[in-house]
């Protein structure tokens, strides 16, 4: 009975080196693709989180900076964020932060500096809509409007197309392009919800320059009626 169960046992042992042999290269292989995978996630997960921690010390510091009006530590925190963390929130904050506090000092290069990196380093399109539209006001002050119309050109941000619109529409007026302004608003105003007071405004800037919302944009925007 022993050698029946030891025959057994090598023809088992057999096929399984056969398996092994045949496949062992392959399944390792996969291991490894599969086990190094979760081991990189988990690695680049706690690299992350430790980048949110260390990031959000500096914006720590960025506040207190602010608070001071210490123009120049502004920019240094500024600077070491955006080197060592410009793909994290806090980077993207930061520099929206500081970018409004060097233009109240009077600062208009600094902050459009604290913005420029935005639009391409920043870490989320929400951020980066905001920069642009940011810079786009920042040019517009300076009356560099081919600039301002530059950063608010091309592909627009997922819920930034009525306000993007709505400053090209400002930066026209100013260049004295009418008709073209008048565009612009129209697509603002068509894209702008009905309960978005800013909307409004849109309209008044339309009537300044003697145009009317057609009847069927605001029939069109106006909530669906019926008796009740």
Request: aromatic share 8%; charged share 20%; no cysteine.
């Amino acid at each position: 009975m022993a050698n029946h169960f030891d025959l057994e046992e090598q023809e088992q042992l057999d096929q399984l080196k056969h398996f092994w042999n045949t496949w062992g290269t392959l399944i390792s292989g996969v291991l490894i693709v599969v086990f190094g995978g979760l081991a990189a996630w988990n690695g680049y997960q706690y690299w992350q989180n430790r980048q949110a921690a260390q990031a959000s010390a500096l914006s720590d510091a960025m506040e207190a900076a602010v608070s001071a009006s210490d123009a120049d530590r502004i920019e240094q925190v500024l600077n070491d964020m955006k080197s060592r963390y410009s793909g994290t929130v806090q980077a993207s904050q930061a520099g929206l932060l500081a970018a409004k506090a060097l233009a109240d000092a009077g600062k208009p290069e600094a902050a459009v500096a604290a913005l420029s990196w935005m639009p391409q380093g920043a870490v989320d399109d929400g951020y980066k809509g905001l920069a642009r539209l940011r810079l786009a006001t920042l040019f517009i002050e300076e009356k560099a409007y081919d600039k301002a119309l530059a950063q608010l050109s091309g592909s627009v941000p997922v819920g930034f197309e009525a306000a993007f619109a709505d400053r090209r529409g400002d930066v026209l007026v100013l260049q004295d392009k009418k008709k073209e302004a008048i565009a612009e608003y129209l697509s603002a105003y068509k894209a702008f919800e009905e309960r978005v007071e800013y909307r409004r405004l849109v309209e008044a800037k339309l009537n300044a320059l003697g145009a009317q919302v057609p009847s069927q944009v605001v029939a069109s925007a106006a909530p669906s009626g019926g008796a009740q």
